[in-house]
């Protein structure tokens, strides 16, 4: 009984589809890689494999409703011929092809009229010098493909400190580095048919790259921008024909601008405070939308959601902290993704509600520490 959703990847957003997909009897099926991984852990359906395997593939697509995906490296020759045969590839290979390579992106998003941080493809550090002296130094140099958490992003105060990112052939992606007030993410869901439903803007806040908490809706943001980083989003999901989620990654520029900095097209970091803060959550949301099912309400229930990632622990098993945590913060909703500890690795997040949000910052935050092993 019930849709068969195939997922590519075995980390906690998989994990995270299981909990919605059991409450709605969608069968999930991941392709991870490793069965004792975080998704295989919890998704009895879980066969071993690469992203980068056709055969893996094929076996995982094999009497499923469609394909979707928890990151972006699925090589888009597969997915083209994936599509060629039929799948139901969502996001398709066009809109992935957005989150898998950034001067990609930021093409498509200059095309369609996005704002964006002053941009270039550099080859050479003679064209990186140009863009640095056009744009002024210090700039941001990233590998167009294979970053995440902040890894093929550096800030650069000369052409020759970026050198080593140009050797060989590679190109790089110059940016700007912009001067912002804050960081936020709108997340919105997209059905091939077109209905599209759109959270509000959070705030999020990137330590050494990593994300490290997010409030929902964003504090400091005026109405009249809020309203513009909704209008973005909405354009680039159109723009590009998404379905499922799209995460918009912005800046709220110190001179009152909103600017794009990246795109993401699964469940994402900054919407994991809708799994108890609005009526429906991203991982239920990015089920319907890919399987074309109306999607659900998205209103949040209190005022205020701040969600801190647990990043690396002291503790061998950080569950070892229950009894501290639970008793200590029992408003605190507590996720731990069953992954090994390794220093700064994302562990888990713990999520709190209410009314007060410095009161909820703060006691997210400790709550967090417990985990990590920190504090008493
Ligand atoms: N042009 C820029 N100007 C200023 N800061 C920037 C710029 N680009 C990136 N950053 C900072 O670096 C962080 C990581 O950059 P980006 O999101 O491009 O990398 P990533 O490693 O792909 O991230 P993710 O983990 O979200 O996939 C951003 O959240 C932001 O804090
Ligand atoms: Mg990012």
């Known amino acids: ?57 094929n076996q995982l697509v094999a009497g499923a409703d469609v394909l979707t995906f928890e990151h972006e490296h699925v090589p888009g020759e597969l997915l083209a011929a994936l599509e060629a045969d039929g799948v139901a590839v969502r996001p398709g290979r066009t809109a992935l092809a957005n989150a898998q390579d950034k001067v990609h992106m930021r093409r498509t998003l200059t095309n369609a009229g996005v704002p964006c941080p002053q941009w270039a493809q550099v080859r050479s550090v003679g064209e990186l010098a140009d863009f640095g002296d056009r744009a002024g130094w210090p700039i941001v140099l990233k590998k167009p493909v294979g970053g995440y958490d902040g890894k093929g992003v550096r800030v650069i105060n000369s052409a020759a400190e970026g050198g080593d990112w140009l050797t060989d052939g590679q190109v790089a992606l110059a940016e700007e580095k912009v001067d912002f007030a804050a960081e936020l993410a709108v997340l919105l869901a997209r059905r091939p048919s077109g209905q599209i439903t759109t959270w509000a803007p959070v705030q999020t806040t990137q330590v050494d790259g990593v994300c490290s908490e997010v409030v929902a809706p964003a504090p400091d943001l005026p109405e009249d921008l809020a309203a513009q980083a909704v209008q973005i989003a909405e354009r680039i999901a159109g723009a590009i024909q998404v379905t499922g989620i799209l995460a ?61 990632n647990v990043l690396g622990s002291a503790r061998t098993d950080p569950t070892t902290a229950y009894p501290q945590v639970m008793a200590a913060y029992p408003e605190a909703k507590v996720h731990l993704y069953g992954k090994e500890v390794r220093p700064g690795r994302k562990l888990g997040h713990v999520t709190l509600t209410g009314t007060d949000l410095g009161e909820l910052r703060r006691r997210a935050r400790a709550a967090a520490d417990l985990l990590e092993g920190q504090g008493p």
Do not use: C, K, Y
Not at 12 to 28: D, K, V
């Open 1 to 57: 009984m019930g849709p068969v959703v195939a997922v590519v990847g075995g980390g906690q957003l998989a994990r995270m589809l299981a909990a919605p997909a059991a409450a709605l009897t969608i069968n999930l099926r991941a392709l991870v890689e490793a069965g004792d991984g975080a998704a295989g852990q919890v998704i009895p359906d879980a066969p071993v494999g690469a992203a980068n395997d056709a055969a893996a593939l």
């Open 248 to 308: 918009v990654e912005m800046f709220h520029t110190t001179d009152g601008r909103v600017l794009v900095n990246e795109l993401a097209m699964r469940p994402h970091n900054s919407g994991h405070f809708s799994i108890e803060a609005t009526t429906t959550s991203q991982f239920e949301q990015h089920l319907r939308a890919v399987l074309d099912l109306p999607l659900g309400a998205v209103d949040q229930q209190a005022p205020w959601a701040v969600m801190v």
